[in-house]
């Protein structure tokens, strides 16, 4: 089982739907929970952390850790076609490297 | 404040063909880790180096290597190309050792492919 498990889609939703993108891990050392974003052609970009458990808002996206459950989700409000891209969540101890799940391509259709 | 500048960003490759991947970090960052990226495996970390040391490495075999100088610039090298080398080449700096986490940064990345 890898450590960061994340459904790969693709995603294809309306413009102006909430969208809702998740991940599982397994490894409990980690404290750390990140959203990269990543453009076709591009490196990732860091959208949003959060630190153990519990939500974490910026503007149109919200991060949420439930660690009893090892489930890790972000929710992106009104999607714009520019929020189409791969979104990739990973785990982090503190002190190892990222772990990454394998990213949810999402497309968002006007 | 320039990014994180990887060259080249294409490559093509022929099979038992070795290659060198640049990485050039953020101003004042001593960290420079390096991700292998597939579309059947995801982002797959290669190495870490720290201040010249190579810190922390990821289950890839020995073909697989690198070095950081003494400016934080890092290569990585990959000898006897195999098909399954195609891929994007990542690498991300951040200040402190230990992969950066919240604060690492993604360069472009080199896309690989090997024929």
């Known amino acids: 089982q890898k450590e960061v498990e994340q459904d790969p889609g693709p995603l294809s939703v309306p413009e102006g739907a909430i969208v809702s993108l998740n991940c599982t891990y397994s490894n409990s050392a980690f404290q750390y929970f990140m959203w990269y974003r990543q453009y076709s052609r591009k490196g990732p970009e860091l959208l949003m952390y959060?630190?153990?458990?519990g939500n974490k808002e910026d503007g149109r996206f919200t991060a949420q850790v439930d660690k009893s459950s090892k489930y890790i989700s972000l929710f992106i409000r009104d999607s714009q076609p520019s929020d189409s891209a791969t979104y990739l969540c990973?785990?982090?101890?503190?002190?190892?490297?990222?772990?990454f799940g394998k990213g949810t391509r999402l497309s968002v259709i006007a | 404040k320039a990014g994180v500048t990887q060259t080249p960003r294409y490559l093509i490759k022929t099979r038992g063909q070795q290659v060198t991947l640049s990485c050039s970090p953020i101003?004042?960052?001593?960290?420079v880790s390096w991700y292998q990226q597939t579309p059947g495996q995801g982002l797959q970390f290669l190495f870490e180096y720290f201040s010249e040391t190579q810190r922390n490495k990821g289950n890839f075999p020995g073909r697989f290597s690198g070095r950081q100088f003494s400016n934080s610039r890092s290569e990585m090298n990959v000898s006897t190309l195999e098909l399954g080398d195609s891929a994007l080449y990542l690498c991300a700096s951040s200040l402190g050792r230990g992969g950066g986490g919240t604060e690492a940064f993604f360069g472009q990345g080199t896309r690989l492919t090997v024929v």
């Open positions: 990973a785990g982090y101890s503190g002190n190892t490297p990222l772990v």
């Open positions: 101003s004042g960052h001593r960290s």
């Open positions: 959060t630190y153990s458990s």
